[in-house]
């Protein structure tokens, strides 16, 4: 691809996602499958299960984004908390969440500040309890596969007891303030 200044592009073919030195993504080719089942038919019929969805939400934020490519921080906190609360899960409860992180300088800060919104953003309810990553890192934007790959990723992490690090990173983007929200980069 062709790189140009200030796109969603890396410049170097690296994506960092929630890096300081994030400069953009890269895109992959992909495909995902992931075989969706209620939990009682699984379980009555020996189904191998890996991961329960105990609860989504889904928002479009509109005329609130904050660019063409570019979400706004309280759409994004928004569908986060909705889909805790549709959950029943408290967010102190969450010890790894697996974040969109294109490694955009704009967008990591964007979404970093969405889930502390919707998680807390620190002071009494703590920081750095919980892990963020991407799997941009491992393989770039699938493009219509992220999400799928994204939850393969954290099923398998969840069966193996174990989360990937971040590749590519170093230090966090200092536009995210990490240090004063719930999350640090694994």
Do not use: W
Not at 25 to 32: K, N, P, V
Not at 157 to 182: C, D, W, Y
């Amino acid at each position: 691809y062709k790189y140009a200044e200030g796109e969603i592009l890396s410049p170097d073919g690296h994506c960092r996602a929630f890096d300081d030195n994030a400069a953009g993504t890269l895109f992959g080719s992909g495909a995902a499958v992931v075989v969706l089942r209620r939990l009682e038919d699984a379980l009555r019929e020996g189904d191998n299960i890996y991961a329960v969805i105990r609860g989504s939400a889904v928002n479009n934020d509109g005329y609130g984004k904050a660019g063409y490519l570019a979400p706004s921080v309280d759409g994004q906190a928004r569908a986060a908390a909705e889909a805790l609360a549709v959950a029943g899960v408290d967010p102190r409860s969450v010890s790894y969440v697996e974040a969109h992180g294109t490694g955009t300088p704009v967008g990591d800060p964007i979404e970093v500040a969405a889930l502390a919104q919707a998680y807390g953003a620190g002071g009494a309810s703590g920081t750095g309890f919980c892990g963020i990553g991407s799997i941009k890192t491992n393989i770039g934007h699938l493009d219509t596969a992220a999400g799928a790959a994204s939850l393969i990723k954290v099923a398998l992490a969840m069966r193996h007891g174990l989360i990937p690090p971040s590749l590519n990173f170093s230090r966090a983007n200092t536009r995210m303030q990490i240090e004063k929200t719930p999350f640090e980069v694994v």
